[in-house]
């Protein structure tokens, strides 16, 4: 089977950093993916991995270390927009077959 | 462009009823994937359509059915609808080719509530 693992909340202030954690057992693996959610709205992309490293796109990274089944999203210079349900999703498979994780919600304080 | 659209955007149908949701994905995606988000559960994967095929399938009963298209829209269908089908229903579109084909365009979602 498949499952993954993230906190299921997280607090931080504004302007500080904040890393999200996320590990997985899946059958297959070809990537990682992570989603922001606001409340009562659509999960938005952030980022994928497919290979072990970081990736780094604004004040936004996504790293990936696929022999430790493990992976987080590194959120710098917090906003309170930033206030969000995030989940990290598995993809199993070549086709777009995704799990995802329960999400973890992370509320920015001023 | 165009997001995907997803109709209706609320429902509420009583226990034993059936149902069926419509999404239309962004224009030139081919690939539509269903979810099932309900609170605590994250979300859940129900089917992946391309081309008219359903080409992968989550671990839901089979109340659970799908469609797709030639103009790439699908719909799902529910029967039978139960208590625990209360959830927000989500529709994505991608890519099929191509390295953008992870990223999953995500519509606002359908709210059903069973009751």
């Known amino acids: 089977g498949q499952s993954l693992e993230q906190p299921s909340e997280v607090t931080a202030v504004e302007g500080a950093i904040v890393q999200i954690n996320c590990t997985y057992q899946t059958s297959g693996f070809y990537g990682l993916s992570w989603y922001q959610q606001h409340d009562g709205g659509a999960p938005t992309f952030l980022s994928y991995?497919?290979?072990?490293g970081l990736e780094e796109t604004g004040r936004f990274s996504s790293f990936l270390s696929r022999s430790d089944s493990y992976g987080y999203l590194l959120l710098q210079e917090l906003q309170m927009k930033d206030s969000a349900s995030y989940f990290c999703a598995v993809r199993d498979g070549g086709f777009n077959k995704f799990y995802f994780g329960s999400g973890t919600k992370l509320n920015v304080k001023p | 462009k165009a997001g995907v659209t997803q109709t209706p955007r609320y429902l509420i149908k009583t226990r034993g009823q059936q149902v069926t949701l419509s999404c239309s994905p962004i224009?030139?995606?081919?690939?539509v994937s269903w979810y099932q988000q309900t609170p605590g559960q994250g979300l859940q994967f129900l089917f992946e359509?391309?081309?008219?095929?359903?080409?992968n399938k989550g671990n839901f009963p089979g109340r659970f059915s799908g469609r797709q298209f030639s103009n790439s829209r699908s719909e799902m269908n529910v029967s039978t609808l139960e208590l625990g089908d209360s959830a927000l229903y989500l529709c994505a579109s991608s890519l099929e080719h191509g390295e953008l084909a992870y990223e999953q365009y995500f519509g606002p979602g359908t709210r059903l509530t069973v009751t």
């Open positions: 224009s030139g995606h081919r690939s």
């Open positions: 359509y391309f081309s008219e095929t359903q080409r």
């Open positions: 991995n497919a290979l072990d």
